[in-house]
């Protein structure tokens, strides 16, 4: 099973916004993505890191991932155990179910920022505040 780190990262709310990504399997980087959104939100960031990863992965041709974010509220909206109340969201929250289906297992989990710290770089850098 590969393991997956996501984070989106935004300047202001809405502001300049980037995501940031991880993907590993047995303990090696398969890949590292960043990608700059523009103007956007933190929620919109959060659920644009899933979903590049997602296809990433898929791509890998792998159909087992586990996902760790430190995004509570995409973590529960994934889950089930959040509505999804933002407009804005409701679209990317349909995509990136849509997504997850094609996959033989998934998990997603939230994890605290402290270990998501490559994935805030990658973010961060995406939007201008690294380098």
Same mark, same amino acid.
């Given at each position: 099973?590969?393991?997956?780190?996501?984070?989106?990262?935004?300047?202001?709310?809405?502001?300049?916004?980037? +995501?940031?990504?991880?993907?590993?399997?047995?303990?090696?980087?398969?890949?590292?993505?960043? +990608?700059?959104?523009?103007?956007?939100?933190?929620?919109?960031?959060?659920?644009?890191?899933?979903?590049?990863?997602?296809?990433?992965?898929?791509?890998?041709?792998?159909?087992?991932?586990?996902?760790?974010?430190?995004?509570?509220?995409?973590? #529960?909206?994934?889950?089930?155990?959040?509505?999804?109340?933002?407009?804005?969201?409701?679209?990317?929250?349909?995509?990136?179910?849509?997504?997850?289906?094609?996959?033989?297992?998934?998990?997603?989990?939230?994890?605290?920022? #402290?270990?998501?710290?490559?994935?805030?770089?990658?973010?961060?850098?995406? +939007?201008?505040?690294?380098?």
């Amino acid at each position: 099973m590969i393991e997956i780190y996501v984070d989106g990262a935004c300047s202001g709310n809405p502001g300049k916004t980037g +995501v940031g990504y991880l993907i590993y399997k047995d303990g090696k980087t398969l890949k590292k993505g960043s +990608v700059a959104l523009g103007v956007q939100t933190n929620n919109f960031a959060e659920y644009m890191a899933l979903i590049f990863s997602l296809v990433d992965a898929m791509s890998l041709g792998e159909t087992n991932c586990k996902v760790y974010s430190d995004s509570q509220l995409l973590c #529960e909206q994934i889950k089930g155990n959040y509505k999804v109340k933002n407009n804005n969201i409701v679209s990317l929250f349909i995509l990136a179910k849509t997504i997850i289906s094609k996959f033989n297992r998934f998990e997603i989990e939230h994890v605290r920022r #402290e270990k998501n710290q490559e994935a805030d770089k990658l973010a961060k850098k995406a +939007v201008g505040f690294l380098e």
